[in-house]
């Protein structure tokens, strides 16, 4: 059984930065989508940030220039988050596709929370 493990999340003032990594408990191949979510009190959960198959990134507009997504290795992402604001508190949540077979794989979550 594959799992998610995802560590980084905490507190930070804005203006401030927090890292996210994320990596899979098992060696899985075929990857298209490696990404991260983000679901606020109250809100819908919202794509942030992912890496396609293609090697091509893509941002949500709220964090275009202040967060940068990399893949570290065919299973692990890291997200730098810089100039964190309060609006960008919520629970993380690492999203992993697989190609073949078709498979999702979330992570548990980790709380982000940027304040004073």
């Known amino acids: 059984q594959v799992q998610i493990l995802e560590s980084g999340g905490g507190l930070a003032q804005p203006g401030g930065s927090l890292t996210l990594s994320c990596s899979t408990s098992?060696?899985?191949?075929?990857?298209?989508?490696l990404g991260w979510y983000r679901q606020a009190p109250g809100g819908q959960r919202e794509m942030v940030a992912a890496?396609?198959?293609?090697?091509?990134t893509i941002y949500t507009d709220s964090v275009k220039g202040r967060f940068k997504i990399s893949r570290i290795d065919e299973t692990s992402i890291n997200l730098q988050m810089n100039l964190l604001k309060p609006e960008d508190t919520a629970v993380y949540y690492c999203y992993i596709k697989r190609r073949e077979p078709v498979i999702d794989y979330w992570g548990q979550g980790t709380q982000v929370t940027v304040s004073s």
């Open positions: 890496i396609l198959e293609v090697g091509h």
């Open positions: 098992g060696n899985i191949t075929k990857l298209t989508f």
